[in-house]
């Protein structure tokens, strides 16, 4: 769910298997329930989406100027058996020092059959007022990213603008299988296991490098942490994650970029995302050393990172006694006005 950018009481509703609806909210304590018209959505890309346990749609995104320009974004993942217009390059190359040959089936799919996809869409609109639009064009105006998968888990997906610089953020997951047996999230060749910013304005200045990247249609902000950094990939803003599923900033105080990461074995965590940040993953689960059961990807020494530990964290144990394990999803810093004690406090959900 998204609030409609004009600050009305209307919301985005987007479902796993490919459908967004403009919603209505009640009044605050009239009883009544959300409102919308499931026939029609604003937007259906089911043909478009692969929907299966972690896959499907995974975002929405506004640009900043949505209520003048009329441009969403939305992350989604898809199948190149069945779309093959949907293939991106495979996020295990040469480049990453990885061989797809090498991976394996994965709960029967091959090596980046499935792919995480950033696409630019447009309101329908019949004036200048974008905030009257009931739907979207179906046609995508823009492919902005495309990455094969390497495995069929932790490939987070979610986009969201940053308030202050207008940029585009995607959280991007480890890509999978058992702890993240080759180490893509230290890997510095790697986008697996990091957090990106991209420019989607294209806008020649002295805050924007324009170029064509080898996995979509974006610009590099000239202030991204690796730039200019030939070791690292300068989509790069942070790196160390297992799986940032959700992941939201402070509205009162936009500099503070909370991440809800989902890790491994024992422990979950909430991270405090700073620009160049490495949140450990996978030489720590949380604070505590993490030793693979698998390394063909090799592995990062403690002495050569400077990880960042999360501000606060679960064991597995102490949240589900039985089954021992409980999935962090994220949340947001509460900032309304219904129950002033939680003003100022970070609402997690698992």
């Keep these: ?27 605050q304590g009239s009883g009544g329930t959300l409102q919308f018209d499931e026939a029609n959505p604003f937007l259906d890309l089911t043909d478009e989406v692969h929907y299966d346990s972690q896959f499907g749609l995974m975002g929405i995104a506004f640009h900043p100027k949505f209520t003048t320009n009329g441009r969403l974004f939305v992350s989604y993942n898809c199948d190149r058996t069945q779309s093959p217009k949907c293939a991106g390059r495979c996020s295990c190359n040469s480049d990453a020092n990885c061989d797809p040959s090498k991976l394996g089936t994965d709960n029967g799919a091959q090596p980046c059959q499935y792919q995480v996809v950033v696409s630019e869409y447009s309101a329908k609109v019949s004036s200048s007022n974008v905030s009257m639009a009931t739907s979207a064009n179906p046609s995508e105006i823009r492919r902005i990213f495309t990455m094969g998968l390497p495995y069929t888990a932790h490939h987070g997906g979610q986009i969201l603008f940053g308030p202050t610089d207008g940029y585009l953020y995607l959280m991007m997951g480890d890509g999978g299988s058992q ?5 893509f999230s230290q890997n510095k060749k790697s986008l697996l296991g990091k957090i990106m ?25 000239k202030d991204n942490p ?3 950094d030939s070791d690292l990939q300068p989509e790069i803003w942070a790196l160390g994650f297992s799986n940032p599923w959700r992941c939201s900033f402070d509205s009162e105080r936009p ?6 990461d989902v890790r491994q074995n024992a422990y979950e965590e ?22 693979p059961q698998q390394s063909p990807g090799g592995n990062t020494s403690l002495d050569s990172i400077n990880a960042i530990f999360p501000v606060m964290g679960y064991d597995h144990s102490s ?10 999803t994220g949340g947001y810093v509460y900032r309304g006005s219904t129950d002033p004690c939680l003003n100022g406090r970070y609402a997690v959900t698992a």
């Excluded at 409609?4 to 987007?14: A, I, M, T």
């Excluded at 500099?255 to 809800?260: D, I, K, N, W």
């Excluded at 949240?319 to 021992?324: L, T």
């Design 226 to 228: 690796f730039a200019d």
């Design 179 to 183: 702890g993240d047996p080759f180490n």
């Design 270 to 291: 909430v991270d405090l995302i700073t620009k160049g940040g490495n949140y450990g993953w996978r030489a720590y689960e949380g604070p505590y050393i993490y030793h």
């Design 319 to 328: 949240v589900n006694k039985e089954i021992g394990s409980a999935s962090i």
């Design 197 to 221: 910013r991209f420019d989607i304005d294209g806008t020649q200045s002295q805050n924007r490098n324009i170029n064509q990247s080898l996995w979509g249609n974006y610009s590099i902000p």
């Design 1 to 27: 769910m998204a609030p409609h950018p004009d600050g009305s009481n209307r919301v985005f509703l987007s479902s796993q298997a490919g459908k967004i609806w403009l919603a209505t909210i009640p009044e």
């Design 255 to 260: 500099s503070y970029f909370y991440c809800g």
